[in-house]
Nanobody
Framework: VQLQASGGGLVQPGGSLRLSCAAS????????MAWYRQAPGKQRDVVAS???????NYTDSVKGRFTISRDNSRRTVYLQMNSLTPEDTAVYYC?????????WGQGTQVTVSS
């Protein structure tokens, strides 16, 4: 199983970024995919998840600003992040729980700063 994340970077407050995560080695269309983030000195927390049905969940701090989506034909999950604030600064990780194992992407840094 491999998860390849991309799309992080430096953005000003109020800006937008879109993260992508391409998956291989799993039956992507039936997998629940998620994005987590970890800020310096803090634990890794879930940001958003999307079920195979398309149902989504978000942590309260990103509701209305972030959108998780998936393209099964591309085996890719996305995280569109709008109205970014410095509090969103973190390393973002793609995640899937597959056949009793947790798998993580390599992480992509998102820095929100003026």
């Amino acid at each position: 199983v491999q998860l390849q994340a991309s799309g992080g970077g430096l953005v000003q407050p109020g800006g937008s970024l879109r993260l992508s995560c391409a998956a291989s080695g799993i039956n992507f269309s039936i997998a629940t995919m998620a994005w987590y983030r970890q800020a310096p000195g803090k634990q890794r927390d879930v940001v958003a998840s999307i079920f195979s049905s398309g149902i989504t969940n978000y942590t309260d701090s990103v509701k209305g600003r972030f959108t998780i989506s998936r393209d099964n034909s591309r085996r890719t999950v996305y995280l569109q992040m709008n109205s970014l604030t410095p509090e969103d600064t973190a390393v973002y990780y793609c995640h899937v729980f597959w056949k009793i194992h947790d798998y993580w992407g390599q992480g992509t840094q998102v820095t929100v700063s003026s």
